[in-house]
């Protein structure tokens, strides 16, 4: 279903946008702290760079906002709709489902950045040796 060439592969694995070959993170582990935000320079396939200009990544602060919604969207949908929640507790719920899924959020907003600005390129695939 998920397959290398499509965007969406890209985006929720975190991997190169133009070969899909390696993670663009140091860490894919969003939840270490102090390797959130670490990138590679470069990807080590199709040498991609990933920070295409200084603060080429401030534009997915745009990108989080709209995440962010539909992430507390969905708590409320669940909270109060599902579970019947009252209104304190399906806040409580936005607010820890925000703060506990930040660093993915976070990461989300800067794949979907980066993969608006370049295409799946299937020729920049290395051959495996």
């Known amino acids: 279903m998920l397959k290398k060439g499509n965007k969406l592969y890209s985006i929720l694995t975190g991997s190169c946008p133009k070969c899909h070959q390696e993670s663009m993170y140091v860490d894919k ?3 270490r702290p102090g390797h959130l935000f670490k990138m590679h320079e470069r990807c080590a396939n199709c040498s991609t760079k990933y ?7 401030y534009g ?8 962010g919604i539909a992430f507390a969207v969905a708590a409320f949908v ?3 709709l599902v579970f019947g929640a009252d209104l304190i507790t399906t806040f409580i719920a936005i607010v820890i489902t925000m703060v506990g899924f930040m660093p993915i959020i976070i990461r989300l907003s ?5 993969n608006l600005f370049f295409k799946f390129d299937p020729n920049a695939i290395k051959p495996s040796s």
């Open 29 to 31: 582990n969003p939840y």
């Open 60 to 67: 997915a602060m745009y990108v989080s906002y709209a995440v």
């Open 110 to 114: 800067r794949n979907i950045w980066i």
């Open 78 to 80: 669940i909270a109060r």
């Open 51 to 57: 920070k295409i200009e200084p603060s080429f990544f």
